[in-house]
């Protein structure tokens, strides 16, 4: 038999959670030592049009529920539908961790990005579904304030859309203000636990468009480690300022992304098409967080890419500049479009 990877990478002490929308996925995922669950627009409309024997039985039971409701509306029970299913399979892993591990990240509406407000009001909706319940919000500026109102309710907050060690930085700052005036309010403060998401594999999907597009020359290979030396950078810093929010991968491209962010401080998010592939790679895990970079390719990459020193330096963006970047813009568009296509789907299921 070939030898479970992820549970060797749970024995290490490096946790993971699975990236997906379906609850059968994420059973499997546990089974192997995931302590956690992720969604968002993408992943549950991709999982409504997969298994449409899981999705559909439900839609009808909505509709039969609620005659008169829209599609955005159905859409969104099922959403609810799904997280609170999903969220029971964690639920194990919530009560043996008193209340440490086991959440599940659903993420507020995308086209909510541009009003706080709307964000919130959402926010204290979605974590009402179940105990274990963390809320994925954009970092951008807008949603970077919302989260800190969220932190101060005392919900638990997962930054998405985020692509840069500047954005950690401003998220975990507004982090700290939530959580001293969730302090303030009499809440635990110590009980909320919020995370920080860096999207590798879009920090290099951003440099492989911008390579295609400026016909920019590279070492083969060279724009594979860019995400992972964001992550590692932003570990550095946080590992030395005992900042709040913990750093937590997602975004997978190949197996360095996972392989080589390995370590007990972090966490990764992995889709179960590619977890189901780490378990059986040829290369035992083991604790590589804190292993280095090449030095020629951050020489490469800093040289001839100008958006990865807006993800690798601290001070590589200021807030008003994450919506603008270029990983930003084109994850709000995917984002946007798989809630449209969820859109449609149950659009499908009203109208035949």
């Known amino acids: 038999m070939n030898p479970s990877r992820m549970a060797q990478m749970t024995a290490l002490g490096a946790d993971w959670w699975n990236d997906s929308g379906i609850p059968s996925e994420l059973a499997e995922a546990v089974a192997l030592g995931a302590v956690g669950g992720t969604s968002n627009p993408i992943i549950v409309s991709q999982a409504a049009k997969a298994n449409p024997q899981l999705c559909l039985p439900i839609l009808e039971r909505l509709m039969a529920e609620h005659p008169a409701t829209t599609e955005d509306d159905l859409a969104w029970k099922l959403i609810h539908a799904l997280g609170r299913e999903t969220a029971k399979q964690l639920l194990p892993v919530y009560a043996a961790t008193k209340g440490v591990k086991g959440f599940l990240s659903m993420q507020v509406n995308p086209k909510f990005y541009p009003n706080r407000d709307l964000m919130v009001a959402q926010a204290v909706e979605l974590a009402a579904l ?6 994925k919000a954009p970092a951008n500026d807008v949603g970077i304030a919302a989260m800190e109102e969220m932190t101060a309710r005392g919900i638990r907050v997962n930054a998405t859309v985020s692509f840069s060690v500047a954005q950690a930085l401003a998220v975990s700052a507004a982090l700290e203000r939530g959580l001293k005036r969730a302090k303030t309010s009499g809440i635990n403060a ?3 636990r919020p995370y920080i998401t860096l999207m590798i594999g879009r920090v290099d999907d951003q440099l492989k468009r ?4 400026q016909k920019i020359a590279t070492t083969p290979g060279a724009i594979d480690w860019a995400g992972i030396a964001v992550f590692k950078q932003a570990h550095r810093i946080f590992l030395t300022s005992g900042r709040p929010g913990t750093l937590l991968a997602a975004a997978y491209r190949h197996e360095g992304h996972w392989s080589q962010i390995i370590g007990r401080e972090v966490l990764q998010t992995v889709p179960y098409t590619w977890w189901t592939k780490f378990n059986v790679a040829a290369t035992a895990p083991r604790l590589t967080i804190d292993d280095p970079v090449d030095g020629a390719i951050l020489t490469e ?24 970047y270029g990983a930003t813009v084109h994850t709000l568009h995917q984002f946007l479009g798989g809630y449209a296509d969820l859109v449609a789907f149950v659009r499908s299921a009203m109208v035949r």
């Not at 911008?210 to 597009?213: D, I, K, Y």
């Open 130 to 135: 179940a105990p274990n319940i963390a809320i």
């Open 190 to 192: 110590d009980a909320i």
């Open 210 to 213: 911008v390579a295609e597009e």
């Open 301 to 324: 990459l800093r040289a001839k890419f100008p958006d990865f020193l807006k993800a690798y330096d601290a001070d590589g963006m200021a807030p008003a500049e994450f919506g603008r």
